[in-house]
């Protein structure tokens, strides 16, 4: 297990070495890791309510967990409320780490979150589904479930 200045050194690192715009990124195990050692972290998933409703979500302490929808469904549209939304259950100090399916609009929302003051946005690579295998399955080479972390599914 690492410490929680170890995973955030981790997440930075990531930042300075892809020239990131944002806080960070964290791969699932960190980012499950830096939930269960620091309550100030908010898990944004910015997925759609349909892939909630039909694919799931991490299984976390629902305190840290909020749903914002970076496109509205059905779409796709975007969700001109995002950054409100957010100011809703996180403040501009809070660590907010987004997620998505796979990693692409988890990093778009961190870039605009970063934008709008949040000096702590960070991206969970790999999304919660990760990326496609050959077959066009997902949930196979990459991402939150792919590395069994706990989720609930429909």
């Not at 979150?113 to 295998?133: H, I, R, S, T």
Request: proline residues 6%.
């Amino acid at each position: 297990m690492s410490t929680l200045e170890q995973i955030y050194k981790q997440a930075v690192d990531r930042a300075a070495q892809n020239s990131l715009t944002y806080a960070g990124a964290f791969a699932p195990a960190e980012a499950f890791e830096l939930l269960q050692l620091d309550p100030r972290v908010r898990l944004i998933d910015v997925r759609t309510r349909a892939e909630l409703d039909w694919v799931g979500r991490p299984a976390i302490d629902q305190v840290q967990y909020s749903h914002v929808e970076w496109i509205r469904y059905p779409g796709p549209v975007p969700n001109d409320e995002f950054i409100q939304q957010i100011r809703q259950v996180a403040t501009p100090d809070t660590p907010v780490l987004f997620l998505c399916r796979s990693a692409a609009r988890s990093k778009l929302a961190a870039v605009v979150a970063q934008k709008e003051g949040f000096e702590q946005a960070y991206d969970l690579l790999e999304g919660f589904e990760g990326d496609k295998d050959a077959q066009g399955h997902r949930k196979t080479v990459s991402g939150w479930c792919f590395r069994g972390l706990p989720w609930v599914g429909v």
